[in-house]
């Protein structure tokens, strides 16, 4: 069974400073990972996946995240925030043989002028 | 660009009766997906479903639940006989392939329950 764990539920952050959202998973097979973004009012919107490869990951919106397999994580990352880019970001595996994502809780990202 | 369309964006309805949530998904994907967010809580997966039948579903979707794609473009979710737990944000959302390739979601239902 898989599981995924986003550490912090709300992070408050002023404008132009940079940002980490974590996200820990543990699963007893190969995952594949994603970041979703949600703004108010609309569906999860992909910001990034890692499938294999590089362990640093570039996603839409100037985000990056880093697969970390020794410590089960995918932070995500950005070096300067936007007030545009508050909004509720979700954590989410699958594993190799199925579409079925499996989503942490959720970090509101509350970017402050 | 193409998006995948839910309708209704609210529905309220007394417990015990039928609902049924409507998805038009991309028109070139191939699978497709129902998850749900209970107010406060993570979004859950229940069903996918390709070439016309559920290729998985969670717990969840137990009995009450079905899943139907009627004429080629609509997704539909039915629940028989709605609980109070049934209220939720539904979401649907389609692929292209299935494992890893991009889900997008609509913008989901909110379905209540009285």
């Known amino acids: 069974a898989q599981s995924v764990t986003q550490l912090d539920s709300q992070v408050p952050v002023f404008e132009e400073a940079p940002v980490e959202l974590r996200c820990n998973y543990s699963?007893?097979?190969?995952?594949?990972l994603f970041w979703y973004v949600q703004y108010p009012n609309q569906g999860l919107q992909l910001l990034l996946k890692?499938?294999?490869?590089?362990?640093l990951v570039k996603g839409i919106n100037g985000f990056e995240a880093e697969f970390n397999k020794s410590q089960t994580s995918f932070h995500l990352r950005k070096p300067s925030v936007h007030i545009s880019d508050t909004a509720e970001y979700f954590c989410?595996?699958?594993?190799?043989?199925?579409?079925?994502?499996?989503f942490g809780q959720g970090t509101t990202l509350q970017v402050k002028p | 660009e193409p998006e995948v369309t839910q309708t209704p964006s609210h529905q309220v309805t007394q417990m015990g009766q039928e609902v049924i949530l409507r998805c038009v998904p991309i028109?070139?994907?191939?699978?497709f997906y129902w998850y749900r967010q209970i107010l406060g809580q993570k979004v859950e997966f229940l069903v996918s479903?390709?070439?016309?039948?559920?290729?998985?579903k969670s717990e969840i979707f137990d009995d009450q639940f079905s899943v139907e794609r009627p004429d080629g473009s609509n997704f539909t979710l039915k629940i028989r006989s709605t609980k109070l737990e049934d209220s939720a944000m539904y979401f649907c959302?389609?692929?292209?392939?299935?494992?890893?390739?991009?889900?997008?979601f609509g913008p989901g239902t909110r379905l209540t329950v009285l």
């Open positions: 959302a389609s692929s292209e392939g299935q494992v890893f390739d991009e889900q997008f």
């Open positions: 699963s007893s097979v190969s995952v594949y």
């Open positions: 890692y499938l294999s490869g590089s362990t």
């Open positions: 989410a595996v699958s594993g190799s043989n199925t579409g079925k994502l499996i």
């Open positions: 028109s070139n994907h191939l699978y």
């Open positions: 479903f390709y070439n016309n039948e559920i290729s998985e």
